[in-house]
């Protein structure tokens, strides 16, 4: 069996306005709170690892890069992850090439680098604190460093872009030392800055037609240039698929460490408070630091492991499901309605049902 870690590191210089994750103000004095509470967190799941082999070590955020090279080494030496992808969320402001020699040393063999954007208005509107030549330059010195997987972050749907950016970001970004691609399309989110602008934001964003199309290129363009669309939202060269997210798609179980990371595990899904001090204090103290937790019924986990499979372009092996007779009745509707198609035993989205994949999805969940 495999499992995967993701680290919860919420470090941030500034929070972008639309962000929704927890971030907290880059200190020392939290540094220290969040290095001694992940290293004792993981004490007490080390053993639920005995059995289980760790494919993947991810340190999302926040800005990871900001924790110091000196903690995540200390945090990978305590991990049984030999031959594990580990990979490590930065921002292009963050970077320099000494910096991402010390990570390399210290056990990162991926980064994650948020590029958004490679236009700089769309930089600026989206409050992000690096410019394009910046994030180019990150992409470079990472190459040069040594990171032999580096994968971006591209967003769409902001508003004010057009057809002929959105292009230009895309062929620019082709051109870098990379190897993978994930794609965003903006969404506003409650408790943003974004939010409380919506109503103004709204009138710029893309049209519902202009997406799709926005959609399209970025899959004509990237695939064009050697990259293969393995996910709805990814793209990687031949053999560098995200380990990582590959487990989310795939009904892979993850603990999470850190304020607000969410777990997968022995069919529970539970999530830590999002408070860094009340969930070191309960740390420490021996005390579970979650404050969520759901076991979805047997029926449920079937219909929503069926509908994160349907991410996956090669789709799902439906002899892989247990289905009830209400969940097989809504797959034929979508295939009448030409969402999805059966071929070989496998259920897959057609093109239009990868455009309309939150339709498919609440269907059959």
């Not at 991402?100 to 680098?113: D, K, M, P, Q, T």
């Not at 710029?204 to 899959?219: F, H, I, K, N, W």
């Not at 799902?316 to 097989?328: G, P, R």
Request: proline share 4%; net charge neutral.
């Amino acid at each position: 069996m495999v499992a995967s870690l993701y680290t919860h590191i919420p470090l941030c210089t500034h929070k972008c306005s639309y962000c929704h994750f927890y971030v907290v103000p880059d200190k020392e004095s939290y540094r220290a709170l969040l290095s001694e509470g992940l290293k004792k967190e993981w004490e007490s799941y080390a053993s639920s690892f005995d059995q289980r082999k760790l494919s993947s070590v991810y340190f999302g955020g926040g800005t990871p890069s900001l924790f110091g090279p000196d903690r995540i080494r200390d945090l990978v030496t305590l991990l049984p992850c030999k031959d594990a992808e580990i990979t490590l969320e930065a921002n292009p402001e963050n970077l320099s090439r000494q910096l991402i020699e010390e990570y390399a040393s210290a056990g990162i063999n991926r980064l994650s680098i948020g590029v958004q954007s490679l236009d700089n208005q769309q930089l600026s509107l989206l409050t992000r604190t690096h410019s394009a030549n910046k994030a180019i330059d990150a992409v470079k010195d990472a190459y040069a460093a040594g990171i032999p997987n580096i994968s971006i972050d591209l967003m769409y749907d902001i508003p004010g872009q057009t057809l002929e950016s959105w292009c230009k970001t895309l062929k620019s970004a082709v051109q870098l030392p990379i190897k993978h691609i994930s794609l965003y399309n903006l969404t506003i989110e409650p408790h943003t800055v974004f939010f409380k602008h919506k109503k103004e934001l709204q009138k710029t964003l893309p049209s519902d037609e202009t997406s799709a199309q926005m959609y399209r290129m970025a899959v004509e363009i990237l695939t064009t240039h050697g990259f293969e669309q393995y996910e709805i939202s990814a793209f990687s060269k031949p053999g560098f698929h995200s380990v990582h997210n590959s487990g989310y798609w795939t009904d892979r179980e993850f603990i999470g460490l850190g304020p607000s990371a969410f777990s997968y595990w022995n069919g529970k899904r539970f999530r830590n408070i999002a408070r860094l001090h009340q969930w070191h204090n309960r740390v420490m103290s021996g005390l579970s630091a979650t404050d969520y937790s759901e076991s979805l019924s047997p029926g449920a986990l079937q219909r929503e492991k069926l509908a994160i499979r349907l991410r996956l372009m090669k789709g799902a092996e439906l002899d892989q499901f247990h289905l009830d007779e209400e969940t097989l009745q809504a797959i034929d509707r979508l295939k009448a309605s030409g969402l999805l198609l059966e071929k070989n035993g496998y259920l897959k989205p057609t093109e239009k049902g990868i455009l309309f994949y939150d339709t498919v999805a609440s269907e059959i969940i």
